[in-house]
């Protein structure tokens, strides 16, 4: 059965310091999507990063960056040079592409990132 | 700004009553999908449509009804209306009906009493 699983429920830093979200997933499709989104504490749900299962590259974007490892079911997301306006709950998210599955998303339970100035 | 326009932003409301959620997604986008936040389940899918119909469900109570119309809006029906139904209530739209990045609706917190 499709899951995911974020197991820091908080993480509190002082700015400037680089943070490592884990996320790891349960999936029996072999082309499956993940995605991270960030909630603030406005609430809104903010997309941050879509991968496909066929690619493993890491990818940076600015200040953030997302290590993608089949191998161990991961897909970790890394500020670096945290700053007070990162602070927000961040959710991975996963789409499977099997029969019937649509596009949902399932979430894991988020991580609550506090950056203290 | 995601483009999607969800109303009312806030909404509260009686045990037993029954609620309309609306959705607009971005433009272009045919498929419309309804998760429920809350703090003992966290972000669940209830349901999706595409260009109209019905395309994937989730764990959506029977209570709880959906439809997409023609001009790709979509309600949201919440009926018999219990304290637990309490949430935060997002739409997100996407291109196609899957393998497409969904952007999320700012969200309808309804607060039963």
């Known amino acids: 059965a499709q899951k995911v699983t974020q197991a820091q429920t908080e993480i509190s830093v002082v700015e400037k310091e680089d943070v490592t979200l884990d996320c790891v997933y349960e999936?029996?499709?072999?082309?499956?999507?993940l995605f991270w989104y960030k909630q603030p504490p406005s609430g809104e749900l903010v997309f941050l990063i879509r991968r496909n299962s066929f690619d493993e590259q890491n990818e940076i974007s600015g200040r953030y960056s997302w290590n993608f490892q089949k191998s161990t079911s991961s897909f970790n997301f890394t500020i670096t040079a945290s700053q007070v306006v990162d602070s927000a709950v961040y959710f991975c998210a996963l789409s499977e592409t099997g029969y019937n599955q649509g596009g949902k998303l399932i979430f894991g339970q988020g991580t609550e990132l506090s950056v203290k100035p | 700004d995601s483009g999607v326009t969800q109303t009312p932003k806030h909404l509260i409301t009686a045990t037993g009553q029954r609620v309309t959620l609306r959705c607009s997604p971005r433009s272009g986008d045919l498929s419309v999908y309804w998760y429920q936040q809350s703090l003992d389940q966290g972000l669940q899918f209830l349901i999706q449509?595409?260009?109209?119909?019905?395309?994937a469900k989730g764990n959506i109570l029977e209570r709880f009804s959906a439809q997409q119309f023609p001009d790709l809006h979509s309600e949201l029906n919440l009926s018999s209306l219990e304290l637990g139904d309490s949430a935060l209530y997002f739409c997100?739209?996407?291109?196609?009906?899957?393998?497409?990045?969904?952007?999320f609706g700012p969200g309808t917190r309804l607060l039963v009493l």
């Open positions: 449509y595409y260009n109209g119909e019905e395309r």
């Open positions: 997100a739209s996407s291109l196609n009906y899957r393998e497409e990045t969904q952007y």
């Open positions: 999936t029996r499709d072999t082309t499956y999507y």
